[in-house]
């Protein structure tokens, strides 16, 4: 079975860092895509980036296009999303998500294409 873990959230201060982390088990890795999303309250999920487990394939949501950046590792079987200046709005539950067919047929980022979700992990950004 599919097992997403995510790690790193944490709280921050505006224009600081952070590294957030999804370690994925449980399926044949390059038939997938891996996103992150986000979620504040009150507010619906949206989609941050992805990326292709095939051939690293990346979609970027163009306001965080310079902020934040994906990437995979395929030994460690991980991606992560580096956070670079960030601001108060980016205050969410960060989601890693799977895509079962993102790495054959890669996909943008959307909630209805990812199937399996891990548990979150909180970023706050406040001084």
């Known amino acids: 079975q599919v097992q997403l873990v995510e790690s790193g959230g944490g709280l921050v201060q505006p224009g600081g860092s952070l590294t957030l982390a999804c370690a994925a088990s449980?399926?044949?890795?390059?038939?997938?895509?891996i996103g992150w999303f986000r979620q504040a309250p009150g507010k619906e999920r949206e989609a941050v980036s992805c990326?292709?487990?095939?051939?690293?394939?990346?979609y970027n949501v163009d306001s965080m296009k310079g902020r934040f950046t994906i990437s995979r590792d395929n030994a460690e079987r991980s991606v992560y999303l580096q956070m670079n200046s960030l601001k108060p709005e980016d205050t969410a539950t960060y989601y890693c998500?799977?895509?079962?067919?993102?790495?054959?047929?890669?996909?943008?980022?959307?909630?209805?294409?990812?199937?399996?979700w891990g548990r979150g992990t909180q970023v706050t950004v406040s001084s």
């Open positions: 998500a799977a895509d079962p067919s993102g790495g054959l047929a890669f996909k943008q980022c959307e909630v209805k294409y990812y199937e399996d």
């Open positions: 449980g399926f044949r890795w390059d038939f997938y895509a």
């Open positions: 990326i292709s487990l095939s051939d690293g394939s990346i």
